[in-house]
């Protein structure tokens, strides 16, 4: 049962909390002793390479810069959070740290999709992010079975038009997430009942908007990654004797 506290809005036990007034937002980097460590080793596992340097560049952006804070606020700002974990973060540590045979989309694609699912349910989410332990569970597991299911994907030998439907179906289940949120006509999240009012959305508005991030520009990385896949797929179908 989410504590009544969650339901008027204290939002003082979140992880990157309490959420910032638009005014103090910019002076809210998280400076989390353990986190930095965290990223300093995955900088030193993945930073041989541009995409594990990029990827370590994106989880900053994600839990060090006031990003983070703005998330304890914004459900919007969760939804682009959770994009760059899965979409742009995942596809990077997978490129840095590549598969060496191909693997089996399919579990790792239900995996995936189960795991991003089952935490924007309203009593999974506000549990999350009201539980510091919780928290720290979704994330692992959302960025854990994104980069299995990127590794999948990106992994040498895995044939093009097989990697290429299995990311267009990832978009569309998304895609459908985004839209439920946006058509919902509730606002689902008791833990973002009052902090967006401060930024000058409702509850409701602030939901549709993430909906809508959720729904059309997260497409873009998963345009990108296609193109990827497909221009891989032609460099493989080149060097074939004929």
């Known amino acids: 049962m989410i504590h009544d506290a969650l339901i008027v809005g204290d939002l003082t036990g ?4 309490p959420a910032p007034d638009p005014g103090v ?6 400076l989390d002793p353990l986190l930095l460590a965290a990223l300093a080793v995955l900088a030193l596992m993945l930073a041989r390479s541009r995409a594990g340097g990029a990827a370590v560049v994106v989880l900053v952006l994600a839990f060090v810069s006031p990003l983070c804070a703005l998330s304890a606020a914004l459900f919007s700002a969760r939804v682009v959070h959770h994009l760059l974990l899965v979409a742009v973060a995942a596809p990077l540590i997978a490129l840095a740290w590549p598969a060496r045979v191909p693997r089996a989309i399919t579990p790792v694609f239900l995996t995936a999709t189960g795991a991003l699912w089952i935490w ?4 999974a989410y506000d549990a999350a992010m009201a ?22 994907i990106l992994a040498p030998g895995q044939p093009a038009g097989q990697a290429g439907l299995a990311i267009l179906g990832a978009y569309m289940q998304m895609g459908l997430l985004g839209a439920l949120l946006t058509f919902a006509p509730d606002a689902l999240y008791a ?7 401060s930024w000058g959305f409702t509850p409701l508005t602030d939901q549709q908007l993430g909906g809508i991030i959720m729904w059309v520009p997260a497409g873009l990385p998963y345009a990108a990654l296609g193109l990827l896949v497909a221009r891989r797929g032609w460099r493989q179908l080149q060097a ?3």
Do not use: D, E, K
């Not at 833990?191 to 009012?197: D, E």
């Open 14 to 17: 979140l992880y990157c909390g």
């Open 191 to 197: 833990i973002h009942q009052t902090a967006p009012l």
């Open 25 to 30: 937002i910019w002076a809210r980097w998280n």
């Open 120 to 123: 924007h349910l309203p009593q």
């Open 131 to 152: 539980n510091m332990g919780l928290y720290w569970v979704m994330q692992a597991t959302l960025l854990g079975s994104a980069t299995a299911f990127w590794r999948a």
């Open 240 to 242: 074939r004797p004929t």
